[in-house]
């Protein structure tokens, strides 16, 4: 054992008892002073003290399932006390023991306590009823230690009268006669020492230890007992059913040992001693394996943790925590496959179907006690080189096996060994291995001959694989990237010692963990950034899309590559990670077993979309997940995206800002309307006044009534009409200085001079009109003052004034200064309605191959849809003024946003939030769930694009009676307006970004309308199908589809009803031609012809067939009617129908020849035209009804369609979006 | 603590049997829960949109503040015209504000059925601000709570009544009136699929002490909402048997059948029976409004002249 990792250290009084929490990182310790710690050893903090006992505390147990600690002390009582922290205090005492408590313990299934004592008896409480239920007597001096075995009803004890004794307590279990009462409750007095006797006797007595034994206790598997003495030796006894012997001693500790343990999981002995050593044995050799030596202080006592490989050890001034073996598996990743070594064993786990198989044995490589430290994998020879720590540190290379055999390959047989610290594939066919004693890296072939030697620059600890020909250095204080050929230093960072390195999947990238920080460097160093933690980072792994997955010991985190970080979950365990893929974390345990952990990604991929201007991904993001919030916003503020976080926010105040620091005065404008308060208005004056949009500074300054700049602006912009209005303002405000200001401003001389008259300012008043040459009205001025000229003789006269305000050059009132177009803002158009093209996910790098798959399937309707934006965009632009605004709500989602701002003002001032209609809108692209939200403009839109229907008018009783379905009013309060209640398709779902409207039509109901319709065509009712098919093509464009399925189902049922409405029509014009213009047979006969083409259902195909015929006897075509005779027989009609059908072939056969002439080629396949009724010839050019597929002759493009009478013939359309 | 009979008169005012409560018998005028009975009572004819019996019920010298703001609330709901109205709104602003005043006579609870008659009359005017100032978002009034709530969701702001909910929790027990709110949330949030509010109004069916057809009502649209629309169909046509030409349960009818419960035609008829009968009901002005607004916007599309063989 050449390591012992102390993972955590206490100072404080002797401790003389410790024990582990079973599931969470606790460990008790009993105190000399009399004092119980709880420590957590992984964060290293005293979680709690239990000081109730007087005098040291010897004993202490945590409960294997329950939250209890027991303890026993000097003050002879055992203590049993709540663990739970909300409630940390003593349950009840024990008491019954006439001397010093040693040893207590909990009963692994029964509620039984075991304690020893230096009363020389060893009792059994029961903690239920808090009795005594059995004294085991026997011992003839002080008894140190009791313990259960872990499976049978047995104790073996340890005393100082130099014997081990186990007890049958069997009887114990069958019914304790204490329990029925007659022994008498708490029977603590000597007398009652017989009846316990009864059911509990001394199985075996081990005589052999030469002085006091100090600890015995039983192997967790075997029927072993280890036991610790004085006489510093510890002696491993074992027994039968009939006997128990002695096997063997181990001596080597040189004074008395106090405690010796089996290690929970391994062939080993732990043991610690006064000599102030801990020492670890080999159980099979009785060898010592290593020794761990302290300088102060006497060892007194150690506890293995049940689960984990962790040990503990009380000494004289505190208490370690330490493991005996590194964790941390070798492992290394190869594509799909993780190679790595568990017990000895090198593995192959594949991360797709996850089979896991052992494919090389190294139990002979290195100690068998340590595993080896690395593992480097070479795909191209399938070789491995594994380093171990043992031996002062080799490494082996070997071949890996192509698959598994029967017999696992052992590691020695062709094993190429050699001494060396690291050891690491460089290439194909070399590895280097570093000896750090001589810092000496040689470079080797795969025959292990050495066939480079390199010095290195710095002194290294440890290689890492550097890239093509490269390798990385670690030395104390920085990692160096070095290059092999030309043998020198291409790159140092300064970093704490590395310990691990991961590469990214495509090599770019590399991340340099030390025991606290990751550095993240690109592949020549050139650039990095740096990553601190304060708890250790075990380990880490590269997301495919560059992002930094790795976790310490209790996290699991990401790390962008500039440097953000966050907590992707908590681990209860540290966890190795090996490969992140997806949503899926891949880890190897503690005890390196592979393991899966599924987290959400959305934050770093936000964040990562983020960085790389990826909007369209954020926005998917946005769509299809509940995450953001208010931390996003903060996040996206904070790295000054201002713009996007304006999508997210609702606050008004924070839109507010946002506005204003990313300028768009538009929302500013909008959000300060709402806010209305001063300052908020003079701010958004200030930000207008930068760029340059003087309309919203008058409009700001407005608001906030000021004046004076008003004035200003106007003055500046040149609006003299509105300095004019101005001046009426501020006369009727009654304030002088601004009416002189504006007349000043608008060069309004006269108006000057009356305000200086009204205020009193004669002098001026008169100044002003003289040197403005209104000497009438100076002459006035001066009599109103009660002068004359006389009297104003002394004033100097002065020139004609000049002022005047300056000429407008280029009247700019109406002109704001030009800013850079934002054109249409992504989001902006994203956002607006409907048009979120299904959530297409982007084609993420990392999404799992199944989810892209999954999407695949969104077949081409979504994308179709993409394409169709792409090329037409002006006309999405009908509804970009639908605000972005509008959109944050479905970000927030949930309510905690809007929770936490509106705390202040639960009250009075709640600002109505969204309505679920607009959630619909939001959650919908499709037209009818805006037709149920009442989004009547929207969902016309959607169909106009979809379907380019354009004949709106006809919907509306289709509209209105969706929208009345979709809501339901209810007061439960008295009195009150009744609430609007939505009702919802999917009530099971409450989450504001999900929900959508009822589907007030079904597929089903329209089918059945159509069926209806088909009845109508059999009972001749033509006018009735010809209503009912219209009927039913409008209502399909109102049915919501939800799958794949549905979608084909619609088209089909859209297909059906077109081909029945265009025979129905074609009949109908027949029946009208035969009926107006009786002479047009042709035309008669032609129609007739055409309809038996339109794609019927049998029996309606025989209908249209039968009148054809008999339509086309009639005019003795006898040929023609032939040929439809001979249709209506591969129709299998009923026997009278047949024979009918025979007679009109055999006509046509005596006759073969048509008397009319008529243009019908049924060898060509042909559409008919819906409008004309006459054949489109395969091959012929024909514009198509976007909405129905019904074709029509070119010349109609343009125009609406006849036969449905919704949509523009020939418009483009993007088709029905597939959102589900 | 209320008396027994007292208790039960609330359950069915809240409950929604205003019926039932409007054929009381009044107790003497001597006992203490005369006044609150007849508070009650008058409310109930209020709710059944019968102002005028409630008006006669109240006495004409009364002092109580709390059948001055009943009466105010009366005249409020049967005011013809805005002016007459608006002097109803006053009254009931002044009484507000006398039970403020530190000097103010009256109990809590008078005081307390103020504020809500106020703040009901004031949400039917259209003043949430001014409903929520009155009812006070602190109050502890259970029946103010109820109000409070119901503003809430319907300004769409259900994480605020949830907050008032759960405020309310604190101190209100497990009143009935708090379970009504709780299931009034529910109804609007949909949390859980309707769950807890199917199983409320299904409960308080099964409630021996009353019946009322507004809980049939009630569970009626909570099964529209859960999409069960047959069972819904059945809950609104008992409903109905039991109160002829109730607007809300007709309404929740009219959406029923329009969600496939009966025949489309069938739905169409119904519904312009009820936009006739009942034109000042929400639904109907809704629909109204959706229907002018579709005349506008179809009106933006440009249809194409017909596409026939002549063109």
Redesign the interface.
């Known amino acids: 054992m050449s390591v012992m990792l102390t993972k955590f250290e206490s100072k404080s009084n002797r401790v003389k008892g410790l024990a582990f929490h079973p599931t969470q990182p606790l460990l008790a310790a009993a105190l000399h002073n009399g004092s119980v710690q709880l420590w957590n050893y992984r964060m290293g903090v005293l979680v709690d003290r239990f000081e109730e006992h007087e005098g040291p505390v010897r004993g202490v147990a945590i409960h294997p399932s329950r939250a209890l600690l027991v303890t026993g002390g000097d003050d002879y009582k055992i203590k049993v006390w709540d663990l739970r922290p909300q409630n940390r205090r003593c349950l009840f005492t024990l008491s019954g023991h006439l001397d010093y408590v040693r040893t207590v313990q909990f009963h692994h299934e029964m509620p039984w306590i075991l304690s020893c004592s230096d009363d020389q008896t060893i009792r059994i409480w029961n903690s239920t009823s808090r009795q005594c239920i059995a004294v085991l007597t026997g011992h003839s001096h002080y008894v140190m230690s009791a313990q259960f075995h872990p499976k049978e009803d047995l104790v073996v004890s340890a005393s100082m009268d130099q014997t081990v004794r186990v007890w049958d307590i069997s009887g114990l279990r069958k019914g304790s006669p204490n329990a029925s009462g007659s022994g008498g409750p708490g029977g603590s007095g000597p007398g009652n020492f017989e009846t316990f006797d009864t059911f509990s006797t001394v199985k075996y007595v081990l005589e052999g230890h030469d002085r006091g034994v100090n600890y015995a206790m039983f192997h967790p598997t075997l029927p072993l007992i280890i036991s610790a003495a004085d006489d510093r030796v510890i002696k491993i006894w074992r027994m039968s059913e009939t006997k128990a012997w002695e096997v063997d001693s181990c001596r080597g500790h040189f004074n008395n040992v106090s405690s010796a343990l089996f290690h929970p999981k391994h062939e080993l002995i732990v043991s610690c001693g006064e000599d102030k050593t801990v020492r670890v044995w080999d159980l099979a050799k009785r060898t010592a394996i290593q020794t761990f030596r302290r300088e102060q202080d006497r060892f007194w006592v150690l506890a293995a943790h049940p689960n984990l490989n962790l040990f503990a050890a009380g000494h004289d001034s505190g208490l370690i925590v330490f493991k005996l073996e590194r964790e941390r598996p070798a492992f290394s990743v190869h594509q799909d496959t993780l190679y790595y070594v568990r017990d000895k064993y090198v593995r192959a786990y594949d991360f797709n179907n996850g089979s896991d198989i052992g494919l090389l044995s190294v139990r002979k490589f290195g100690s068998p006690y340590v595993p080896p430290r690395t593992l480097s994998f070479n795909p191209a020879e399938r070789g491995v080189i594994l380093t171990i720590s043992s031996d002062n540190g080799i490494f082996e290379l070997t071949k890996l096996p192509e698959q598994a055999q029967g017999e696992v390959k052992d590691s020695s047989v062709d094993g190429k060994k050699g001494s060396g610290q690291s050891a690491i594939f460089v290439a194909r066919n070399r590895f280097a291995v570093l000896n750090k004693t001589t810092q000496l890296i040689e470079v080797r072939d795969l025959s292990n001959s050495v066939v480079k030697s390199i010095k290195p620059p710095v002194q290294t600890n440890e290689l890492f694989y550097g890239g093509t020909a490269c390798l990385i250095l670690s030395s104390t204080t920085s990692v160096v990237l070095y290059d092999i050929q030309q043998q020198k230093t291409i790159a140092e960072i300064n970093s704490p010692p590395v310990k691990y390195v991961v590469w990214s999947g495509d090599g770019a990238l590399v991340a340099l963990m030390s025991k606290h920080t990751i550095t993240i460097a690109n592949k020549n160093f050139s650039t990095h950034s740096l990553i601190h933690e304060t708890i250790r980072i075990k380990s880490g792994a590269w997301d495919d899309s560059g992002v930094f997955i790795y976790s310490t010991l209790n996290h699991v985190k990401y790390c962008l590559s500039q440097g953000d970080h966050g907590v992707i979950c908590t681990l209860d365990n540290p966890v190795y990670l090996t490969r992140v893929k997806g949503k899926t974390v891949y880890c190897l345990d503690r005890s390196a077993r592979p393991r899966t952990i599924t987290f959400d990604p959305t934050e770093y991929r936000f964040k990562l979309a983020l960085l790389k201007n990826n909007y369209e991904e954020m926005l998917y993001i946005i769509r299809t997940s509940t995450l953001l919030g208010q931390s996003i916003i903060a996040y996206l503020q904070q790295k000054g995206f201002p713009e996007i976080a304006l999508h997210f926010v609702q606050d008004t105040n924070t839109r507010f800002e946002l506005a204003i620091e990313c300028g768009n005065l538009d929302v500013a404008m909008e959000t300060a309307k709402t806010i209305n308060r001063p300052e908020c208005w003079s701010r958004l004056a200030q930000q207008a006044l930068k760029q340059g949009n003087h309309k919203i500074v008058e409009k700001a300054y407005q608001q906030t009534k000021n004046f004076d700049k008003l004035s200003f602006l106007y003055l500046a912009t040149g609006s003299t009409d509105k300095l004019s209005k101005m001046q009426k303002i501020a006369e009727a405000r009654g304030d002088p200085m601004s009416r002189f200001h504006n007349s000043l401003y608008a060069g309004d001389v006269e108006g000057r001079i009356s305000v200086l008259r009204d205020v009193g300012l004669h002098p001026l008043a008169y100044l002003t009109a003289k040197t403005n040459g209104l000497d009438d009205l100076a002459a006035e001025i001066l009599e109103a003052a009660g002068l004359s000229e006389a009297d104003i003789d002394d004033v100097p006269t002065f020139g004609a004034s000049s002022l005047k305000p300056p000429p407008i050059i280029t009247p700019t009132a109406d002109l704001i200064w030009p800013s850079v177009s934002t054109g249409e803002n992504f989001f902006d158009r994203a956002l607006a309605s409907g048009s979120l093209e299904g959530g297409v996910e982007p084609a993420y790098v990392n999404g799992d191959a199944t989810a892209a798959g999954a999407h695949h399937a969104l077949d081409a309707w979504a994308r179709e849809e993409e394409i169709h934006d792409e090329i037409d965009p002006e006309e999405g632009g009908w509804e970009l003024d639908a605000d972005g605004a509008e959109f944050e709500a479905a970000v927030e989602g949930e309510?905690a946003a809007?929770?936490e701002e509106?705390d202040t003002e639960?009250?009075?001032?709640?600002?109505?939030?969204?309505?679920?209609t607009e959630l619909w809108v939001r959650n919908s692209p499709l037209a009818a769930d805006h037709v149920a939200a009442?989004s009547?403009?929207t969902a016309?839109q959607l169909l106009?694009r979809q379907l380019g229907i354009?004949?709106?008018?006809l919907l509306?009783?289709l509209?209105?009676?969706?929208?009345?379905?979709?809501?339901?009013?209810?007061?439960?309060?008295?009195?009150?307006?009744?609430?609007?209640?939505h009702?919802?398709?999917n009530?099971?779902?409450?989450s504001p970004s999900r929900?959508l409207p009822?589907a007030?039509r079904?597929l089903q109901?329209i089918r059945s309308e159509l069926a209806e319709g088909y009845r109508f065509v059999s009972g001749n009712k033509l006018a009735d199908a010809q209503t009912t098919f219209r009927s039913v093509l409008q209502a399909l464009l109102l049915v919501v589809l939800s799958s794949d399925d549905e979608a084909k189902q619609w088209r089909e049922t859209v297909t059906n009803a077109r081909e029945y409405l265009l025979g129905v029509s074609i009949e109908l014009e027949r029946r009208r031609v035969a009926e107006e213009e009786p002479e047009n047979v042709q035309r008669n006969l032609e129609l007739a012809a055409y309809f038996t083409q339109c794609r019927l259902q049998a029996a309606h195909l025989q209908i249209a067939l039968r009148s054809a015929i008999s339509a086309f006897a009639k005019a003795n075509n006898q040929a023609h009617a032939a040929r439809f005779a001979r249709r209506l027989l591969e129709l299998n009609p009923d026997p009278k129908i047949v024979a009918q059908a025979r007679q009109r072939i055999a006509a046509g056969e005596r006759n073969p020849r048509n008397a009319i002439e008529i243009s019908y080629d049924e060898f060509t396949p042909f559409e008919i035209c819906?409008?004309?009724?006459t054949p489109i010839y395969k091959g012929s050019p024909s514009v198509h009804c976007p909405f129905t597929d019904a074709s029509?002759l070119p010349q109609?493009k343009?125009?609406?369609?006849?036969l449905a009478?919704l949509a523009?013939?020939g418009a483009a359309a993007s088709g029905l979006p597939a959102p589900w | 603590m209320d008396s027994s009979e007292l208790y039960h008169i609330k359950q069915q005012f809240v409950l929604g049997a205003y019926k039932t409560l409007t054929q009381l018998t009044l107790p003497d005028p001597s006992s203490p829960d005369y006044t609150s009975t007849l508070l009650y009572k008058a409310r109930a004819y209020i709710a059944l949109h019968d102002a005028k019996s409630a008006l006669q019920l109240m006495p004409e010298d009364t002092e109580d503040v709390s059948l001055k703001s009943a009466a105010s609330l009366a005249r409020y709901v049967a005011a013809a015209d805005a002016t007459e109205k608006e002097a109803a709104l006053e009254e009931l602003r002044d009484l507000s504000v006398e039970i403020e005043g530190d000097e103010s006579e009256g109990s809590e609870r008078e005081k307390a059925a103020v504020r809500v008659l106020a703040g009901t009359a004031f949400v039917q005017a259209g003043e949430i601000e001014e409903a929520l100032e009155t009812l006070g978002t602190d109050t502890e009034d259970l029946e103010a709570v109820a109000l409070i709530v119901q503003i809430y969701l319907s300004i769409n702001r259900p994480d605020l009544a949830k907050k008032q909910f759960d405020r309310s929790k604190r101190w209100a027990e497990d009143d009935l009136l708090l379970q009504l709110i709780e299931s009034t949330i529910g109804l609007v949030t949909g949390k859980d699929g309707y769950s807890n509010t199917s199983s409320f109004y299904t409960e308080q069916l099964g409630n021996p002490s009353l019946s009322s057809p507004h809980l049939l009502t009630a569970r009626g649209v909570t099964r529209i909402l859960r999409n069960e629309i047959t069972e819904a169909k059945s809950d609104l046509e008992e409903s109905l048997q039991q109160q002829k030409g109730n607007s809300e349960a007709e309404a929740a009818y009219v959406v029923a059948a329009g969600l496939g419960a009966t025949k489309p035609l069938e739905a169409e008829e119904l519904w312009t029976r009820f936009a006739a009968e009942h034109p000042t009901h929400p639904l109907v002005e809704n629909v109204n409004q959706k229907a002018a607004a579709f005349d506008e916007f179809a009106a933006k599309f440009t249809v194409p002249p017909l596409a026939t063989a002549s063109a």
């Open positions: 309510e809007v929770v509106e639960l009250g009075a001032g709640a600002t109505p939030g969204i309505n679920e009442g009547f403009d016309m106009n354009v004949n709106l008018a509306k009783p509209f209105l009676s969706i929208y009345r379905s979709s809501h339901t009013y209810l007061s439960p309060v008295a009195s009150l307006p009744p609430l609007m209640l009702v919802r398709r009530p099971t779902e409450s929900i009822v007030a079904s109901s819906a409008a004309t009724y029509y109609y343009g125009n609406l369609d006849p009478q523009e013939i």
